[in-house]
């Protein structure tokens, strides 16, 4: 694969990248990630199912898991087509267009899981620190305004990508260093001044850093809450109700964290690391979320072992 250094001739192609120097292994590769990407789309249509026909879980927690689980499908729908491209086709080549339009998606989709994820921190802290007013304070239409507030927030807050990056010119490199479009890696290809993407990215980045800082908050106040109780055994049981969620936090935002303090404290580490470690983000934690929210949640847990027992009968 040949990559254009000419400062002549504008880029008509991007080229992704797989794991490096395992191209001759991309067929094997493609199993598991094909598997994982089965699994996570099921995982999480099944969720949505079950909050969808089940009027048990018809209540604010599992309407915002809903809302997660449709983050985590566009998610897995966003990046499937270039890596199936790469690892099952050999097929690198995307066109600037239609990598410009990934990246809308996958940052869209991220933004919203993590204002999902600060939702739910507030469902919690909600339900365990004001639990009389819980079910008159989250209503069935309070909870539908938020859900679409915060999801018009993230478009608002992802629609100059693709503008700034469109009107950038690419004329001297053209290979990516990803599975898949991000914007801070587009941008980098540019051979003409992209000022504006760097403090827009910045500006992005840190709405995400507000998310996790307004989520630890509303666990210490949670913790907090929780030491109050007498009872060590309540105490257990209160806290077993935020375990899914900080799961689903965990698994979201260490991959985002860990490239980053790789970068900034191990510069001359493999490539291989920082790439496995970005494809984690999109291979992961989508695959995990219904996974631990399944094992987690008895209410959905019943009703999946219910299920499979009357299909086996």
Not at 12 to 41: K, Q, R
């Amino acid at each position: 694969m040949s990559v254009l250094n000419t400062s002549e001739m504008e880029i008509s192609v991007f080229y992704l990248v797989g794991i490096p120097d395992m191209e001759h292994a991309n067929i094997w590769i493609s199993l598991p990630i094909c598997l994982m990407y089965t699994v996570a789309i099921l995982g999480n249509c099944t969720i949505l199912f079950f909050i969808k026909t089940e009027p048990s879980l018809h209540e604010p927690m599992y309407y915002f898991l809903s809302m997660l689980a449709l983050s985590d499908l566009g998610l897995s729908l966003s990046s499937l087509p270039t890596m199936l491209r790469i690892f099952l086709f050999n097929a690198p080549g995307i066109s600037p267009d239609a990598c410009i339009a990934q990246e809308f998606l996958i940052h869209r989709f991220s933004a919203m899981e993590s204002s999902i994820l600060l939702i739910t921190s507030f469902d919690r802290f909600i339900a365990i620190c004001n639990p009389l007013r819980y079910t008159s304070i989250l209503t069935s239409a309070r909870v539908i305004q938020i859900g679409l507030a915060f999801s018009l927030k993230n478009v608002l807050l992802i629609l100059p990508f693709p503008f700034t990056l469109k009107h950038l010119k690419y004329c001297k490199k053209n290979l990516l260093s990803q599975s898949y479009c991000l914007h801070q890696d587009v941008m980098k290809l540019a051979c003409s001044d992209n000022k504006v993407n760097i403090i827009y990215g910045l500006f992005v980045a840190l709405t995400g850093i507000i998310d996790l800082t307004f989520i630890f908050m509303s666990y210490m106040l949670i913790l907090k809450a929780v030491l109050s109780i007498a009872s060590q055994k309540e105490r257990l049981k209160v806290l077993n109700t935020c375990v899914s969620h900080i799961c689903a936090v965990l698994i979201f935002y260490a991959p985002i964290i860990s490239p980053a303090v790789i970068y900034r404290f191990a510069k001359h580490s493999f490539p291989i690391t920082r790439i496995l470690i970005v494809d984690v983000f999109l291979l992961v934690h989508p695959l995990m979320n219904p996974i631990v929210y399944c094992v987690k949640s008895q209410q959905i847990r019943n009703l999946v072992l219910k299920k499979l027992c009357q299909k086996q009968s």
